[in-house]
């Protein structure tokens, strides 16, 4: 067994139908929606994710786990309609039921001792969520987003994290620019920190980048298209250094949440 990944030590895994407790649209094109799966929320964290079949489609399609209450045994999935899939899943109903496969991959496990960062780029941010939430009082927040129009979860994460600094590409809302920018300011402040991120590729690469030259431990969660979501086909895969040399990791099985430093985000 490869312990390098903590999940797979004795993690348990379930398919079954799952209750949907209510569904809840956020902006144009985004949606909250809450499952009712007490043993799938049992063996949740966060940074981990589902795998859902969206009506006919051969494929399932992969949603980042946002929150998860074990007390109540539900779960909270935010994602955004981009395709067939995610249409046809937005227009599910409260008390309809879904084909889930969950939990999967690798999550964070944020040390609650240390002052954190955590970071999100638009459907970047719902995973950030859950992390923030179990991490504690050090934590704080940047999220960007393309517009005002596209803000998500703020006042969530407002009510767990210390501060929270929004950026829009366009102005529209907070800060002018990019959640990089903020994380600068934050650094050249105080480097004593560990940083979380998720969002699109191009973020991930500057946000740790800045890690790196600042000596600041980061961990990203990658979005990769995926086929089967456990491993068993080469969609998914991503390049990374590690210390016994390069490898080809699946993001879905060995992820998404990588150490930063070792992955190879090209270029």
């Given at each position: 067994?490869d ?12 398919q ?13 094109t ?17 940074g ?6 969206c ?12 929150e ?31 084909d ?26 719902p ?10 009082e ?5 999220l ?9 979860l ?5 009510a ?14 907070g ?7 903020v ?40 979005e ?5 979501g ?13 210390a ?13 949440v ?5 992955v190879?985000f090209?270029?």
């Amino acid at each position: 067994m490869d312990n390098r990944y903590p999940y797979r030590k004795g993690f348990l895994m379930f398919q079954s139908e799952y209750k949907i407790q209510s569904i809840t649209q956020l902006n144009p094109t985004t949606y909250s929606l809450v499952l009712e799966c007490a043993e799938l929320a049992a063996e949740s964290w966060c940074g981990r994710f589902v795998n859902i079949r969206c009506g006919e489609k051969p494929l399932r399609r992969p949603i980042s786990i946002s929150e998860i209450d074990k007390e109540n045994g539900t779960i909270t999935l935010v994602f955004e309609v981009r395709g067939e899939g995610t249409e046809w899943l937005s227009t599910r109903r409260a008390g309809e039921k879904l084909d889930v496969l969950g939990p999967l991959g690798n999550g964070f496990f944020p040390d609650s001792a240390k002052r954190a960062i955590f970071i999100g780029g638009g459907i970047g941010c719902p995973p950030m969520l859950g992390a923030a939430q179990e991490y504690g009082e050090n934590a704080e927040a940047i999220l960007g987003f393309r517009s005002a129009a596209q803000i998500i979860l703020l006042d969530k994460f407002k009510a767990c994290c210390q501060s929270v600094d929004v950026t829009t590409n366009d102005g529209s809302f907070g800060v002018r620019g990019f959640v990089t920018d903020v994380l600068a300011d934050k650094l050249s402040e105080n480097k004593d920190c560990v940083v979380y991120a998720c969002g699109p590729m191009p973020m991930l690469k500057g946000v740790a980048q800045m890690c790196a030259q600042n000596d600041v431990q980061c961990f990203v969660s990658l979005e990769q298209r995926m086929g089967c979501g456990v491993g068993a086909c080469l969609v998914c895969a991503c390049k990374t250094h590690e210390a016994d040399g390069e490898h080809m990791r699946h993001v879905c099985k060995n992820g998404p949440v990588f150490d930063a430093k070792e992955v190879d985000f090209g270029g």
